[in-house]
Structure formats: C-alpha cells, structure tokens
C-alpha cells in the first residue's frame, strides 16, 4: 500500500474500492468507528476522507449496496 497525500482525492475507482471495504468491515460485526479507522489506515488516508467516501457512496447508491 502506498500512503496517499491526505490532501490529495482518491479516483472514484479507488473511492469505490474504499467504500466496498468499508462495507465490507461493517458486515463483519465491526462497529462504524472502528471501520472506517481500519479503513483509514489499511488505505492510507485520513478518517475524515474515509467518511467523505462513505457519504458520496451511500448517496449514489454504490456497490455492494
């Protein structure tokens, strides 16, 4: 995993594949808060971005939803 600038706005691909394992965590039994800092530091980026990524997610309805 590279680490990405924390000012820098992942692709929308990438984004996708951030929000699907995010998704994914939170099936596992994984509480909100403990995914998206698993998330965060699993992709390298700050929580803030992770929930950025989960809102425009849930609000266009992406996969695996």
Do not use: C, Y
Not at 24 to 39: F, I, Y
Not at 41 to 58: A, D, K, N
């Amino acid at each position: 995993m590279t680490p990405n600038r924390n000012d820098e706005r992942p692709t929308e691909e990438r984004r996708k594949e951030i929000f699907l394992a995010l998704v994914e965590a939170q099936d596992q039994a994984m509480d909100v808060a403990q995914s998206r800092k698993l998330v965060s530091e699993r992709f390298g980026i700050i929580e803030s971005q992770v929930q950025q990524i989960e809102r425009e997610g849930l609000d266009h309805n992406w996969p695996p939803l």
